[in-house]
């Protein structure tokens, strides 16, 4: 429970080196689906005030594997957040109750803010459309399974690339690691931010636009679809401006690399078709179930040891 220092969080991918990121890989692909008691007697707070299916369940899952409780909310209904508590004392009661906070929360830097003030580690499962690095963490794993490495990589990423951040996260890992090439595929209203985008290429990123998914589907070793994320677009009528505008089908996979896999963080709604499904190149599925193990590297590495730092 909380220590008079702060804890090692995991707040953005940002924090994490290259050799950091690989060790959380290495420790995942170690412990598998395997159930272990290693977390028997700690309690971790899932402190959900976003829907969620994947992160929340995968974490409640990790957790059970080895032999953890969890404690928390999946909504902020029948808690005292609807009677006004803030989320400082939100985080100061679950500290007194746990030994590890997982907060996801619509707020951009709402998990950094929480992190500061935490005794406990506190992982980050999503805040605004800033970061989600346990995701990105996931879909590295995904990727060196599928790819066998994770440099000298073209990835396009496609959908919402201004509010999404899955794809921030991403990008901002896939920089730290060797000649990967980003190919960014965006309707203009949701593109890829600016800032972003030359703060990557100052990293020695190498980044590309397109408009057409059948411009670059047979070029790329990875295509990383999301959706188009309705509860972040200003308007309906901005929504209906964008829906549909890039849906991936089994017919736009034809001609693609032999070992080329789409990865979607999921949820979908209809950006994916579902004959795409049943193709070799369909991999989102078993994206998802990756994040057991991963989940449960970080919380090994965040409350059992000091191995990752928290911060560069
Ligand atoms: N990928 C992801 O964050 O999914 P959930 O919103 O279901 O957790």
Not at 168 to 179: K, N, Q, V
Not at 198 to 204: D, S
Not at 211 to 225: G, K, M, S, W
Not at 243 to 258: C, H, I
């Given at each position: 429970?909380?220590?008079?220092?702060?804890?090692?969080?995991?707040?953005?991918?940002?924090?994490?080196?290259?050799?950091?990121?690989?060790?959380?890989?290495?420790?995942?692909?170690?412990?598998?689906?395997?159930?272990?008691?290693?977390?028997?007697?700690?309690?971790?707070?899932?402190?959900?005030?976003?829907?969620?299916?994947?992160?929340?369940?995968?974490?409640?899952?990790?957790?059970?594997?080895?032999?953890?409780?969890?404690?928390?909310?999946?909504?902020?209904?029948?808690?005292?957040?609807?009677?006004?508590?803030?989320?400082?004392?939100?985080?100061?009661?679950?500290?007194?109750?746990?030994?590890?906070?997982?907060?996801?929360?619509?707020?951009?830097?709402?998990?950094?803010?929480?992190?500061?003030?935490?005794?406990?580690?506190?992982?980050?499962?999503?805040?605004?459309?800033?970061?989600?690095?346990?995701?990105?963490?996931?879909?590295?794993?995904?990727?060196?399974?599928?790819?066998?490495?994770l440099d000298n990589l073209h990835?396009?990423?496609?959908?919402?690339?201004?509010?999404?951040?899955?794809?921030?996260?991403?990008?901002?890992?896939?920089?730290?690691?060797?000649?990967?090439?980003?190919?960014?595929?965006?309707?203009?209203?949701?593109?890829?931010?600016?800032?972003?985008?030359?703060?990557?290429?100052?990293?020695?990123?190498?980044?590309?636009?397109?408009?057409?998914?059948?411009?670059?589907?047979?070029?790329?070793?990875v295509l990383y679809v999301t959706?188009?994320?309705?509860?972040?677009?200003?308007?309906?009528?901005?929504?209906?401006?964008?829906?549909?505008?890039?849906?991936?089908?089994?017919?736009?996979?034809?001609?693609?690399?032999?070992?080329?896999?789409?990865?979607?963080?999921?949820?979908?709604?209809?950006?994916?078709?579902?004959?795409?499904?049943?193709?070799?190149?369909?991999?989102?599925?078993?994206q998802a179930r990756n994040g057991?193990?991963?989940?449960?590297?970080?919380?090994?590495?965040?409350?059992?040891?000091?191995?990752?730092?928290?911060?560069?």
């Amino acid at each position: 429970m909380a220590t008079a220092t702060r804890a090692a969080s995991l707040v953005s991918i940002r924090d994490l080196s290259r050799a950091e990121m690989e060790r959380v890989l290495e420790v995942a692909a170690e412990m598998g689906h395997a159930r272990s008691d290693e977390l028997h007697g700690k309690q971790v707070a899932l402190l959900f005030y976003e829907p969620s299916t994947r992160t929340r369940n995968s974490f409640l899952t990790a957790v059970h594997q080895m032999g953890g409780t969890v404690c928390g909310f999946d909504n902020t209904e029948g808690t005292s957040v609807q009677k006004g508590e803030t989320l400082h004392d939100t985080i100061k009661m679950f500290e007194a109750y746990s030994d590890a906070i997982v907060l996801r929360h619509p707020r951009d830097g709402a998990a950094r803010w929480a992190a500061d003030l935490s005794g406990v580690p506190l992982i980050n499962a999503g805040d605004g459309k800033n970061q989600h690095p346990t995701q990105t963490l996931l879909d590295l794993f995904s990727m060196r399974a599928t790819q066998g490495r994770l440099d000298n990589l073209h990835v396009a990423l496609t959908g919402d690339l201004k509010y999404g951040r899955t794809v921030h996260s991403l990008a901002d890992a896939l920089a730290e690691f060797r000649g990967n090439v980003l190919h960014l595929v965006a309707p203009p209203t949701l593109e890829f931010p600016a800032q972003h985008a030359a703060e990557l290429r100052a990293r020695g990123m190498e980044i590309h636009q397109h408009r057409r998914l059948e411009d670059i589907a047979r070029e790329v070793d990875v295509l990383y679809v999301t959706r188009i994320q309705r509860e972040r677009l200003p308007d309906e009528t901005e929504y209906e401006k964008v829906r549909g505008s890039y849906r991936l089908t089994a017919a736009t996979l034809e001609g693609a690399k032999d070992n080329m896999r789409v990865l979607h963080p999921l949820p979908r709604v209809d950006e994916i078709a579902a004959d795409v499904d049943a193709t070799k190149h369909a991999y989102y599925f078993e994206q998802a179930r990756n994040g057991i193990p991963v989940r449960k590297a970080l919380l090994r590495l965040l409350m059992l040891t000091d191995e990752l730092a928290g911060e560069k």
